[in-house]
């Protein structure tokens, strides 16, 4: 016999009832318009007619029930979180920190899976902040992990609790990568006495003032360079620009912290380039192995190489740059560049690191030219798509400089356009920031964040989100401009923040701006044969054999 089961709600209890109530009880009690029911018509169709309200009836009262269901429901999951937060108020102090929401895991990989299927991971931060919140606590691997999307709180991680939030992630990569000890890096460390140090010594450096002689130094040096890019391209020739352009920019950053600069040729120079390139490539991979640390092994090949590159540029930095200058320099003297202002510090009594340390810091530093020379490479890439663009930084230097002076930094104030086109192609490119991790328990907009947290500011959403850009996936440098002047709106963040934030972003604005600048002055970039120009957004290493352009004479 089938049963039909009728639930009805009734003075706010649920009921279950084997058989249908009356519809008298029904109307009583739901008011349904029966009306109709009651004319005059044969018992068949009579019949009928009721069976057919007591079903509409019973749909109308289950789809109300459920809804009523629903509801309730949602009320209590609501005092429920109310009544959490008050208790973590009163637990917490004034604070009322919250457990930041959380996706269901998997066992061993976590939530490792979650970041799959997207083009960088950082995709898939976006659609967990969409779907869970600006917050999202993440166990990534054996790495409890925090993900934080919008401005406000990426300011707050990065600015406001920027002291919370100074370390680095603890990766056996890194240590490998740096002599078994991970603190010789100036970028992977944590935050340290030393690394104030190091930051401090290297920024006079690295953010040179105007119309200083180290500005005008860095300026001398960068106009050489580039001119020596220019004497190696091959008009209309299928050319391989990365090469060209990491020797000369290797060059800029030697000649500029080190006094000294090598022949492009040099095979030792030429195989020390190419090694600097490898590891950046390497430090701008992220591996599941840095979150499963028993999957290593399976990286100890590559490690192997590396540890090998590195070892060629440490022989190379004492053979070929230092020399003999660490004895032979006089410890009263003033030091004449970053080199000489290392031997000095180290020198003296109760200097916060040691000789080696210092050659880690310099190394780490002249390897910033391969940031510059990908990002470059990659500016042009962009160029050659947008031949409009290339006209209109032309246009900006045939009117403010001429077809007889070089392009140099110095003309920056006057070419807002092309200073538009390196943020634009910062922006699009969305590099990561490198990853922080909490140094103590904190919290990010209310949410409770654990000590040791690795924490993923997600500049990819803050690069390329339609609610902060006008039709963001553009190569539009007019963004950057109003009035005729360059403006960075707040959201715009590539280079980080606070006490951890990029130490070369002048440099690469600089080297850029001259680069460009002299290219354009002199060629028109167009697209090789058979090559096509496809950016691979979030990450600014690109492979060793990458673009090919053509130049042609103006
Ligand atoms: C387009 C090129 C570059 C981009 C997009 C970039 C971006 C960044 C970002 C996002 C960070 C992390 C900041 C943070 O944690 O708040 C960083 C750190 C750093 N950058 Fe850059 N960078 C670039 C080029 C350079 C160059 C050319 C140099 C060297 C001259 C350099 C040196 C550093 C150093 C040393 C750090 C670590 C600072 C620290 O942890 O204390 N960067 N960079």
Request: proline letters at 5%; a positive charge; one cysteine or more.
């Amino acid at each position: 016999m089938q049963i039909t089961t009728h639930i009805a709600f009734h003075y706010g209890n649920l009921k279950l009832y084997n058989h249908p109530p009356s519809t008298k009880l029904l109307r009583q009690r739901f008011c349904l318009p029966l009306v109709s029911l009651r004319t005059r018509r044969s018992p068949v169709v009579r019949k009928m007619f009721f069976s057919m309200a007591f079903t509409l009836t019973n749909t109308l009262i289950i789809l109300a029930s459920l809804m009523l269901v629903v509801i309730s429901k949602g009320i209590l999951e609501e005092r429920r979180k109310r009544r959490n937060i008050e208790k973590n108020v009163s637990e917490n102090g004034e604070s009322g920190l919250i457990e930041p929401p959380s996706p269901r895991k998997l066992p061993i990989i976590g939530h490792l899976h979650l970041l799959g299927g997207y083009e960088v991971p950082y995709q898939a931060f976006s659609a967990l902040g969409e779907k869970f919140g600006k917050i999202v606590k993440l166990q990534l691997g054996g790495v409890k992990c925090i993900v934080v999307n919008g401005e406000k709180n990426v300011r707050e991680a990065l600015v406001t609790k920027g002291s919370h939030f100074d370390s680095r992630p603890n990766f056996e990569r890194y240590q490998q990568l740096f002599d078994g000890n991970k603190e010789n890096s100036l970028a992977f460390c944590d935050w340290s006495e030393t690394q104030k140090v190091r930051r401090d010594m290297l920024r006079v450096h690295t953010f040179p003032r105007a119309f200083t002689n180290n500005f005008f130094a860095l300026e001398n040096i960068i106009s050489i360079e580039t001119k020596n890019m220019l004497s190696q391209i091959t008009p209309e020739a299928n050319t391989d620009l990365k090469p060209i352009i990491a020797k000369n920019c290797a060059n800029i950053f030697l000649s500029h912290f080190c006094s000294k600069s090598f022949d492009v040729q040099d095979e030792r120079f030429v195989k020390t380039i190419e090694n600097f390139d490898e590891i950046f490539f390497e430090v701008n991979q992220g591996y599941v192995a840095d979150f499963l640390p028993f999957l290593t092994p399976l990286l100890k090949k590559n490690m192997e190489r590396m540890k090998c590159l590195t070892h060629e540029i440490r022989q190379f930095v004492e053979d070929e740059i230092i020399e003999k200058r660490f004895d032979e320099f006089d410890s009263e003297s003033e030091p004449a560049d970053y080199v000489e202002g290392l031997i000095k510090y180290v020198k003296k009594d109760n200097a916060d690191f040691d000789w080696n340390t210092a050659l880690f810091a310099l190394e780490d530093i002249i390897g910033g030219h391969a940031a510059v020379s990908n990002f470059l490479t990659q500016v042009f890439a962009f160029l050659v798509k947008e031949p409009h663009v290339q006209k209109k930084i032309q246009e900006e230097i045939d009117e403010n400089v001429g077809k007889n002076k070089t392009v140099t930094i110095g003309d920056r104030n006057v070419m807002p356009y092309t200073e538009a086109t390196i943020f634009e192609a910062v922006r699009m490119i969305a590099s990561p920031i490198v990853p922080r991790v909490a140094n103590r328990d904190s919290s990010i907009n209310g949410y409770k964040i654990e000590k040791g947290s690795v924490i993923f500011m997600n500049n990819y959403e803050l690069n390329i989100s339609e609610e902060l850009w006008d039709q963001p996936t553009k190569f539009k440098p007019e963004r950057f401009l109003k009035n005729g002047n360059l403006v960075k709106p707040d959201h715009f963040l590539p280079f980080g923040g606070g006490r951890r934030s990029c130490l070369g972003y002048r440099m690469v604005q600089l080297i850029s701006f001259g680069v460009i600048g002299g290219f354009l002055q002199n060629f028109t970039i167009l697209p090789a044969d058979k090559e096509s120009y496809k950016i691979q957004v979030g990450s600014l290493a690109l492979k060793k054999d990458t673009f090919k352009f053509k130049f042609v004479k103006r």
